[in-house]
């Protein structure tokens, strides 16, 4: 079976800068994940689906962050304009329907630098 | 979310059985405890859940007393590959999968 697929892997840009980030999850997952990981810390839930519904955003800074999940299978999250303090690793999790709410299958995440 | 306090750190040798505990005072009736260990450059990977007593799968064990105050992730005969960032978690299987980690154990296994 194959994981969860982000791309890019890596991405530096320069503040101001857009930048978008994919997220496949698993075949038959209905939840999707995103997530924010700060060096050192543990990961941060920025925003969870439920097929193509967003339905808990309260941690997505959304002046500049957006989310799409248009036909309830891969997303994408995008930040515009990026600032220095967004440079993280952006985790994408999914999770099976009825599957119990601690088991979630992360992706590899995408590492972000802003310079 | 019931807040969890765990070591930042511990150091094993391979052969060795690692104990990793977790405290979570305020944990709630409906709360279910969860492991996950993170490899650098990796996602965090689950590794156990539990509600009380014992529960064992291939990979480690998870031990919760009576009062679930607390629990410790136990990996037997640990090896390098071991080395890694583990997290404790706590949350109810009605929350709908929102988790909250913590800083993790960084656990560093030596030859």
């Known amino acids: 079976e194959a994981g969860v697929v982000q791309s890019p892997r890596y991405k530096i840009i320069e503040k101001k800068q857009p930048v978008a980030f994919w997220c496949n999850p698993i075949?038959?997952?209905?939840?999707l994940y995103w997530y924010r990981q700060n060096l050192g810390q543990g990961p941060e839930l920025l925003i969870r689906y439920e097929n193509e519904e967003a339905v808990d955003d309260s941690q997505l800074p959304k002046d500049r962050f957006s989310a799409e999940r248009l036909k309830g299978v891969d997303s994408t999250l995008k930040i515009q304009p990026a600032e220095l303090g967004d440079s993280a690793v952006y985790l994408c999790?999914?999770?099976?329907?009825?599957?119990?709410?601690?088991?979630?299958?992360f992706g590899p995440g995408t590492r972000l630098t802003v310079l | 979310l019931a807040k969890t306090t765990q070591p930042i750190s511990m150091d094993s040798y391979e052969g060795q059985e690692v104990n990793i505990t977790c405290s979570h005072n305020n944990i709630a009736t409906n709360d279910y405890i969860t492991w996950y260990q993170q490899f650098p450059s990796q996602g965090p990977r689950f590794i156990i859940q539990g509600y009380k007593t014992k529960v064992t799968n291939e990979v480690a064990s998870l031990f919760i007393p009576a009062d679930r105050k607390s629990s410790t992730l136990s990996l037997p005969r640990v090896s390098l590959s071991d080395t890694a960032v583990y997290y404790c978690l706590v949350g109810g299987s009605g929350n709908t999968g929102k988790l909250i980690f913590g800083q993790g154990t960084t656990l560093q296994v030596k030859p």
């Open positions: 075949s038959g997952h209905n939840t």
């Open positions: 999790a999914s999770r099976y329907p009825g599957q119990g709410f601690g088991e979630q299958f």
